[in-house]
């Protein structure tokens, strides 16, 4: 029921965005579907790169640009509770936005095999979603601005997507490449990588559950 | 129950931009409706947010009905029996009032279902909304939208109630309305009204306190801040329009067919010869004893 609401009040414009989108990949995919591999390219462009980038953009306002917050947090449960709520939420959308998108690339015949069996091949999305999600929610709670956090996630977006030869051959980077999983599924560092990823998103959640406990910064 | 504040001290900031919110400030607050009355700046603000365990004091103590409010566990059990109205109060536009209640409701705590829609039920009738429950919140005019605020304050049933600057916007029926309802609530449970409208607390209240740049400069009732002012409240009419002057300050002007009447607050009216004592009103009181600190060295 409260999850219900979390989605209910969640503003119809951030909504737009995975829908905008979707429909847009959706549409790109159905021009290209002659052309097997620029078909599967575009559809794993879209569950890798892109989904986790606007995961990363819809949490950076998860909390901080609520207009009832004063009112959230002055009720008797702790504060961290909201933040794993929305961001709950909004997992969910990422989650069937992606579920319905490989159902539609099912339907138009488009393998996506190169990206692992069905199980694995969530984690092309699920993992970079996560990453960035708490990256950017933290950001915005230490700097209590929503526009902060986006920004930083698109920067770091961008850089990774412009240096992805550096960060696979880098001997510690790698662990943070947002997008082994969707650009070199056979790397032997892949399972590490996506450990790394996925302690790294939980950590960052953390700790911004726990910079939102600090309530009179947020009002 | 009552709620005792000791030394309770709140800093912004440090350094050269330190604002000094709360300055020492001791209360102690019983059952009935209380009003905190200050001007904007005052720390008004601030000691409703401490009180609502939404900041942290610099120092001093905060303990309502037993509990300690600088533990994390005596925050939760505050907040259980607290219902608390911000001055600025957001919504969700999309929601409708019935849905809002609903989904506060959920946040304080109450699961059941049945108990929460009857809950629901009761507080939209007292707040008068029970005809536009189902009307989205983003077509309330700024009265309905403040009605929605009581009303989701007074959802857990809370035997501390906290509304900060509730009446501000509100036209006269609005604003009455809502005094007699927070007066009804505060038959039995604890009321604090922080505004710097004299009237709601005139109107209201049997204790208050006046705040001002963080310091506590009156404690006892509006009648005890009505007393001071006697003997020091006239009226004075000229017919040329000119303010009186020599230490009396203003408090309200009438312009009649012939001239200008003033009610002036100050110790000497003798140099104005039409000089007319008057009965102090509460809100002659308040801009004595603002004046009077404000004539104090440092403005203390």
Known sequence: ?219 | MDIQITALSKTYGSGRSAVRALRGVDLTIGEGMFGLLGPNGAGKTTLMRILAGLVNPTSGRVMVAGHDLSTERGKVAVKAMLGYLPQELGLYPELTARQFLDYMAILKGLDDVRTRRARVDRTLEMAGLADVADRRLKGFSGGMKRRVGIAQALLNDPRILIVDEPTAGLDPEERIRFRNLLVDLASDRIVILSTHIVEDICQTCRDMAVLDRGLVRFRGSPADLIARARGVVWQIRTENGHKPDGGLVVVSTLQLANGVRYRVVGRDASAHPGAEPAQPSLEDGYVWLMQAKDALPGGE
Not at chain 1, 35 to 56: I, K, Q, S, W
Not at chain 1, 139 to 158: E, F, Y
């Open chain 1, 1 to 219: 029921m409260n999850l219900l609401y979390h989605l209910r009040i969640y503003r119809r414009e951030h909504l737009a965005l995975p829908a905008g989108l979707w429909m847009l990949f959706a549409l790109m995919v159905a021009f290209a579907r002659m052309d097997d591999g620029r078909a599967c390219e575009m559809a794993c462009t879209f569950l890798g790169f892109v989904l986790p980038l606007m995961a990363g953009i819809l949490a950076a306002s998860a909390i901080v640009d609520d207009p009832v917050l004063e009112l959230q947090l002055a009720a008797p449960r702790a504060p961290w509770r909201i933040l794993v709520e929305r961001l709950a939420v909004l997992l969910g959308i990422v989650a069937l936005a992606a579920l319905a998108y490989q159902v539609y690339l099912g339907a138009m015949g488009i393998d996506l095999t190169g990206l692992g069996n069905p199980a694995a091949r969530q984690l092309a999305w699920l993992v970079p979603s996560l990453a960035l999600m708490g990256l950017s929610s933290l950001v915005a709670l230490a700097l209590v601005q929503g526009t902060g956090g986006a920004l930083l996630v698109g920067l770091l977006w961008l850089l990774q997507i412009l240096a992805r030869g550096w960060f696979v051959a880098s001997p510690w980077a790698r662990y943070l490449f947002l997008f082994m999983r969707v650009r070199y599924a056979d790397h032997p560092a892949l399972a590490a990588n996506e450990l790394c990823l996925l302690g790294l998103g939980m950590l960052l959640v953390i700790d911004a559950g726990w910079l939102l406990r600090k309530t009179e910064r947020y009002l």
